[in-house]
């Protein structure tokens, strides 16, 4: 079922990204995120727990995208499933959850970012009915 995430979900969150993302976060940081993240409106955080062992499985986490060149939607920073619960319909959950959220608010799309090698998350993106619209490079500088 989908719900907010909560305090309780850290140690979750944490498994799921080391997991599904591999990324290697603190509790801590991931806890000082959450209740940061869900204090602020420009950030949608939605978790699916497993309906008999009420277990977090997968979040998605999306920010408002506002720019000069376009109208508001969101932006997906993280959709994240436990890779032994794949395959169940999570995701796409997740996405409907956050496709419902989209429309509530009057934004007219939902975009996301998603790494070159990850070949599985691009099929099952175009399977749920997003397009790859463009290519490109990340850039970071590292303070």
């Known amino acids: 079922m989908l719900r907010d995430l909560k305090t309780r979900d850290v140690a979750a969150i944490c498994e799921i990204n080391k997991e599904a993302l591999d990324y290697s976060f603190s509790l801590e940081e991931t806890s000082s995120q959450l209740d940061k993240l869900s204090q602020d409106s420009h ?3 939605l978790g699916f727990e497993d309906s008999t062992s009420h277990d977090l ?3 998605v986490h999306a920010e408002v995208y506002e ?4 109208k508001p939607g969101f932006n997906i920073l993280a959709l994240a499933v436990l890779p032994q619960t794949q395959g169940q319909g999570i995701g796409k959950t997740l996405l409907q959850g956050l496709e419902q959220e989209a429309k509530k608010r009057g934004y007219n799309f939902i975009r996301l970012n998603s790494a070159d090698h990850r070949l599985g998350a691009h099929a099952f ?15 970071i500088r590292i303070f």
């Open 43 to 45: 950030h949608y955080l």
């Open 125 to 139: 993106y175009e399977k749920v009915g997003y397009t790859c619209d463009k290519t490109q490079k990340r850039f």
């Open 67 to 70: 720019s000069l060149y376009s």
């Open 57 to 59: 499985v997968g979040y």
